[in-house]
Protein backbone atom coordinates (compact mmCIF):
# COMPACT_ATOMS: atom_id res chain seq x y z
CA UNK A 1 0.00 0.00 0.00
CA UNK A 2 2.85 2.21 1.07
CA UNK A 3 4.43 1.80 -1.98
CA UNK A 4 1.81 2.36 -4.14
CA UNK A 5 0.96 5.38 -2.72
CA UNK A 6 4.65 6.45 -2.71
CA UNK A 7 6.18 8.49 -5.76
CA UNK A 8 9.38 6.30 -5.67
CA UNK A 9 9.96 3.05 -4.33
CA UNK A 10 13.10 1.61 -3.80
CA UNK A 11 11.71 -2.33 -3.47
CA UNK A 12 14.66 -4.94 -1.94
CA UNK A 13 13.77 -8.30 -4.00
CA UNK A 14 12.38 -11.48 -1.22
CA UNK A 15 15.50 -13.60 -0.15
CA UNK A 16 15.34 -16.53 2.74
CA UNK A 17 17.49 -15.49 5.82
CA UNK A 18 20.93 -17.30 5.87
CA UNK A 19 19.85 -18.51 9.41
CA UNK A 20 19.39 -22.08 9.53
CA UNK A 21 15.72 -21.18 11.04
CA UNK A 22 14.91 -18.63 8.23
CA UNK A 23 13.95 -16.20 11.46
CA UNK A 24 17.52 -14.13 12.37
CA UNK A 25 17.62 -10.95 9.97
CA UNK A 26 20.61 -11.77 7.71
CA UNK A 27 20.21 -11.56 4.60
CA UNK A 28 17.97 -8.94 4.88
CA UNK A 29 20.21 -6.91 7.35
CA UNK A 30 22.86 -6.83 4.11
CA UNK A 31 20.83 -6.00 1.76
CA UNK A 32 19.49 -3.22 3.68
CA UNK A 33 22.92 -1.95 4.83
CA UNK A 34 24.02 -2.03 0.47
CA UNK A 35 20.94 -0.14 -0.32
CA UNK A 36 21.82 2.52 2.56
CA UNK A 37 25.86 2.46 0.73
CA UNK A 38 24.48 3.29 -2.10
CA UNK A 39 22.21 6.04 -2.07
CA UNK A 40 25.00 7.70 0.28
CA UNK A 41 27.65 7.16 -2.27
CA UNK A 42 25.15 8.03 -5.17
CA UNK A 43 24.44 11.69 -2.76
CA UNK A 44 27.67 12.19 -2.58
CA UNK A 45 28.68 11.65 -6.31
CA UNK A 46 25.45 14.26 -6.97
CA UNK A 47 26.62 16.89 -4.17
CA UNK A 48 29.80 16.89 -5.35
CA UNK A 49 31.10 16.42 -1.73
CA UNK A 50 35.24 15.64 -2.02
CA UNK A 51 37.78 14.45 0.28
CA UNK A 52 38.45 17.74 1.27
CA UNK A 53 34.28 18.31 2.65
CA UNK A 54 34.84 15.08 4.38
CA UNK A 55 38.25 16.24 6.05
CA UNK A 56 35.90 19.58 7.55
CA UNK A 57 33.04 17.09 9.05
CA UNK A 58 35.67 14.38 10.21
CA UNK A 59 39.31 15.80 11.48
CA UNK A 60 39.95 13.23 13.98
CA UNK A 61 41.27 9.10 13.93
CA UNK A 62 42.71 7.36 11.21
CA UNK A 63 40.49 8.57 8.88
CA UNK A 64 41.22 12.30 10.02
CA UNK A 65 45.09 11.68 9.57
CA UNK A 66 44.52 10.53 5.77
CA UNK A 67 42.45 13.77 5.55
CA UNK A 68 45.62 16.58 6.62
CA UNK A 69 47.12 17.76 3.93
CA UNK A 70 50.86 18.03 3.48
CA UNK A 71 51.02 21.45 4.17
CA UNK A 72 49.80 20.91 7.71
CA UNK A 73 52.57 17.87 8.60
CA UNK A 74 55.80 19.30 6.25
CA UNK A 75 58.76 20.73 8.27
CA UNK A 76 59.61 23.84 6.95
CA UNK A 77 61.85 26.69 7.54
CA UNK A 78 65.20 25.97 8.66
CA UNK A 79 64.49 21.98 9.47
CA UNK A 80 64.81 21.38 5.41
CA UNK A 81 67.85 20.50 4.07
CA UNK A 82 68.60 22.30 0.97
CA UNK A 83 72.03 23.76 -0.09
CA UNK A 84 72.24 25.85 -3.72
CA UNK A 85 73.86 24.27 -6.97
CA UNK A 86 77.38 23.81 -7.47
CA UNK A 87 78.09 23.06 -3.63
CA UNK A 88 80.70 20.77 -2.70
CA UNK A 89 79.20 17.14 -1.90
CA UNK A 90 81.51 17.50 1.42
CA UNK A 91 79.18 20.74 2.27
CA UNK A 92 76.37 18.87 1.11
CA UNK A 93 76.96 15.38 2.98
CA UNK A 94 76.87 17.80 6.21
CA UNK A 95 73.62 19.11 5.60
CA UNK A 96 71.47 16.20 4.61
CA UNK A 97 73.05 14.81 8.14
CA UNK A 98 72.41 17.33 10.54
CA UNK A 99 68.52 17.67 9.25
CA UNK A 100 68.37 13.56 9.20
CA UNK A 101 65.73 13.04 6.62
CA UNK A 102 67.96 11.08 4.30
CA UNK A 103 68.40 13.39 1.39
CA UNK A 104 69.07 16.73 0.43
CA UNK A 105 67.66 19.04 -1.87
CA UNK A 106 69.43 21.22 -4.32
CA UNK A 107 68.39 24.69 -5.39
CA UNK A 108 69.14 26.35 -8.57
CA UNK A 109 67.98 29.69 -10.37
CA UNK A 110 65.47 31.79 -7.88
CA UNK A 111 65.56 29.45 -5.17
CA UNK A 112 63.41 26.59 -7.29
CA UNK A 113 63.89 22.66 -6.48
CA UNK A 114 66.77 22.08 -9.16
CA UNK A 115 67.01 18.41 -7.79
CA UNK A 116 67.87 15.78 -4.92
CA UNK A 117 70.12 13.79 -3.23
CA UNK A 118 69.41 10.44 -1.30
CA UNK A 119 71.40 8.15 0.70
CA UNK A 120 70.94 5.96 -2.02
CA UNK A 121 72.48 8.49 -4.12
CA UNK A 122 75.32 8.49 -2.08
CA UNK A 123 75.83 4.55 -1.75
CA UNK A 124 75.43 4.54 -5.84
CA UNK A 125 78.50 7.21 -6.19
CA UNK A 126 80.40 6.36 -3.42
CA UNK A 127 84.16 6.87 -4.10
CA UNK A 128 87.10 8.58 -3.40
CA UNK A 129 86.39 11.49 -5.02
CA UNK A 130 82.82 11.69 -3.82
CA UNK A 131 83.31 14.75 -1.31
CA UNK A 132 85.33 17.07 -3.87
CA UNK A 133 82.38 16.41 -6.28
CA UNK A 134 79.92 18.92 -7.24
CA UNK A 135 76.16 18.47 -6.08
CA UNK A 136 75.58 18.80 -9.83
CA UNK A 137 77.59 15.63 -10.59
CA UNK A 138 75.48 13.26 -8.08
CA UNK A 139 71.92 14.93 -7.80
CA UNK A 140 68.53 13.29 -9.40
CA UNK A 141 67.45 15.97 -11.63
CA UNK A 142 63.33 16.91 -11.46
CA UNK A 143 62.80 14.43 -8.41
CA UNK A 144 59.41 13.89 -7.22
CA UNK A 145 57.34 16.49 -5.35
CA UNK A 146 53.89 16.96 -4.01
CA UNK A 147 51.72 20.55 -3.81
CA UNK A 148 50.67 21.85 -0.15
CA UNK A 149 47.52 20.59 -0.72
CA UNK A 150 47.91 16.80 -1.62
CA UNK A 151 46.12 14.44 1.17
CA UNK A 152 48.33 12.37 3.45
CA UNK A 153 46.89 9.29 2.53
CA UNK A 154 47.76 10.11 -1.22
CA UNK A 155 51.23 11.28 0.00
CA UNK A 156 51.65 8.09 1.62
CA UNK A 157 50.41 6.23 -1.54
CA UNK A 158 52.76 8.19 -3.73
CA UNK A 159 55.60 7.64 -1.11
CA UNK A 160 54.80 4.13 -1.68
CA UNK A 161 54.81 3.53 -5.15
CA UNK A 162 57.87 5.57 -5.84
CA UNK A 163 59.52 3.44 -3.22
CA UNK A 164 61.13 7.06 -1.55
CA UNK A 165 61.30 7.95 1.73
CA UNK A 166 60.84 11.76 1.36
CA UNK A 167 59.34 13.84 -0.49
CA UNK A 168 59.28 17.86 -0.97
CA UNK A 169 56.39 19.92 -1.12
CA UNK A 170 56.66 22.72 -3.84
CA UNK A 171 54.69 25.76 -4.81
CA UNK A 172 53.41 26.16 -8.63
CA UNK A 173 56.87 27.44 -9.47
CA UNK A 174 58.71 24.59 -7.97
CA UNK A 175 59.94 26.75 -4.79
CA UNK A 176 60.78 24.47 -1.88
CA UNK A 177 58.00 24.78 0.82
CA UNK A 178 58.49 21.97 3.45
CA UNK A 179 59.13 18.14 2.96
CA UNK A 180 57.12 15.47 4.32
CA UNK A 181 59.01 12.18 5.27
CA UNK A 182 57.22 8.82 5.58
CA UNK A 183 57.91 8.72 9.39
CA UNK A 184 55.90 11.52 9.99
CA UNK A 185 53.11 9.84 8.24
CA UNK A 186 53.17 6.56 9.93
CA UNK A 187 53.40 8.16 13.17
CA UNK A 188 49.97 10.21 12.76
CA UNK A 189 48.46 6.86 11.81
CA UNK A 190 48.85 7.21 8.31
CA UNK A 191 49.20 3.85 6.14
Same mark, same amino acid.
Given at each position: +??????????? /???????C?N %?L???T????? /?A??? =??????? &?? #?G?? =??????? $??????G??? #??A???? $??? #????????? +??? !????V &?? !????F %?????? *? +?G??????IT????R? $?? %????T?? !??????????? +???????? %????????? =????????V??? *??????? $??H?? /??? *???
Open positions: +TMGRAADIVLE /LPRAREAP %GAPTSTLLQ /LLGD =AIAIALL &ED #KFS =AHDFREF $HPGGKLAQL #KLRDIM $HTG #KSLPLVAAG +TAM !SEAI &EM !SAKS %GCVGIT *G +TGLLAGIDGDLR $HM %GADLSR !SVDQIMTRAPK +TIAPDMLA %GEVIEMIND =ARITSVFVDGT *GLPLGLV $HIDL /LRM *GVG
